[in-house]
């Protein structure tokens, strides 16, 4: 079974400071890990995923993530945060199994970024 | 990039009426369709997993017989509400995972999202 946590349903940074979501999984078999942002009234955006290889993955708009297996978390940074960044954060986890597994999100983060 | 889309956008019925909302993938095969449910500022909720040719998956607690979901095609599922309450009020959004492989991961795609309201 997977699961995900996302510690601080909001944050808030000012224009051009570290942003920083934190997502902790448990899974039982080697997870797949993704981020995905969401604005208002719209879908999903995969922002960035760890499936296997390197540990740090970079992604779109210049966020970027570490999967840490010992410390069971995959946290989200961009290091200057602007203004359009302002949207819904998901983690989400899905067993490296087979090809189309499901995926388990967390309860998501709103970045709220103050100009 | 992979598209998925959904249609409609949003929609407004009155209380037991049936929805229909299609999911499509516009330019891709997608033999498996993952059915979410959004409630205000809350995180994605699974509800079922559609299989072309086959019986869709639910969820622990999803009602099949309130959710009708068929697989018509490749690149088509079709979530039906049946019956629908305000309690069924909802974002439904869906997401289509391109098929490339059975034993490595396939990119899942989202569509943008169907608004229900329920009156």
């Known amino acids: 079974a997977q699961s995900v946590t996302q510690l601080g349903s909001h944050v808030s940074v000012s224009e051009g400071a570290l942003v920083l979501l934190r997502c902790n999984y448990s899974?039982?078999?080697?997870?797949?890990l993704f981020w995905y942002v969401q604005y208002p009234n719209q879908g999903l955006q995969l922002l960035l995923k760890?499936?296997?290889?390197?540990?740090l993955v970079k992604g779109i708009n210049g966020f970027e993530a570490e999967f840490k297996k010992s410390e069971t978390s995959f946290h989200l940074t961009k290091p200057s945060a602007h203004m359009s960044d302002a949207a819904e954060y998901f983690c989400?986890?899905?067993?490296?199994?087979?090809?189309?597994?499901?995926?388990?999100f967390g309860t998501g983060t709103r970045l709220t970024i103050i100009p | 990039g992979a598209v998925v889309s959904q249609h409609p956008s949003r929609v407004i019925c009155k209380s037991g009426t049936s929805v229909k909302i299609e999911c499509r993938s516009l330019d891709f095969q997608a033999t498996t369709m993952f059915w979410y449910r959004q409630f205000p500022k809350q995180s994605l909720m699974l509800m079922a997993t559609?299989?072309?040719?086959?019986?869709?998956?639910?969820e622990q607690g999803v009602e099949k017989d309130k959710f009708l979901i068929n697989h018509a095609s490749l690149t088509l599922s079709t979530l039906t509400v049946t019956s629908a309450h305000p309690e069924d009020s909802s974002f439904y959004i869906c997401?289509?995972?391109?098929?490339?492989?059975?034993?490595?991961?396939?990119?899942?795609?989202f569509g943008p999202g169907t608004r229900l309201t329920v009156l």
């Open positions: 989400a986890v899905s067993p490296s199994l087979f090809g189309n597994e499901k995926l388990t």
């Open positions: 997401s289509a995972p391109m098929d490339r492989s059975a034993f490595s991961y396939n990119e899942q795609f």
């Open positions: 559609s299989n072309e040719g086959s019986k869709a998956t639910y």
């Open positions: 760890y499936t296997t290889g390197a540990t």
């Open positions: 899974s039982s078999v080697p997870p797949y």
